[in-house]
Nanobody, 116 residues
Framework: QVQLVESGGGLVQPGGSLTLSCVVSRSIFTIYTMGWYRQVTGKERELVAEITPGSSTNYADSVKGRFTISRDSAKKTVYLQMNSLKPEDTAVYYC??????????WGQGTQVTVSS
């Protein structure tokens, strides 16, 4: 089993920045793709960014150039740096771990609200 715990969400004004963190219970970065997803009530969960074991990254078009995913293997932590936040970035953000393209593990989510 793998446990994921997100933190760092909150209320921020448009144009502001937040950094989300996801602490993982085991060292899995060499095997699992790690991703950040987000979900708005009534809508499907959508991919925001992911990073593969080989360190390749993939971003949703809506966040390219504004968000950066990274990881620290020693700290077993995945980060999502979010800059130039917009009201449409408001959502619950989830950290996930995928093996062979299937997300098997999820965190509990952290709320991000972008509002003036």
């Amino acid at each position: 089993q793998v446990q994921l715990v997100e933190s760092g969400g909150g209320l921020v004004q448009p144009g502001g920045s937040l950094t989300l963190s996801c602490v993982v219970s085991r060292s899995i970065f060499t095997i699992y793709t790690m991703g950040w997803y987000r979900q708005v009530t009534g809508k499907e969960r959508e991919l925001v960014a992911e990073i593969t074991p080989g360190s390749s990254t993939n971003y949703a078009d809506s966040v390219k150039g504004r968000f950066t995913i990274s990881r620290d293997s020693a700290k077993k932590t995945v980060y999502l740096q979010m800059n130039s936040l917009k009201p449409e970035d408001t959502a619950v953000y989830y950290c996930g771990a995928a093996l062979r393209g299937v997300y098997n593990y999820w965190g509990q989510g952290t709320q991000v609200t972008v509002s003036s």
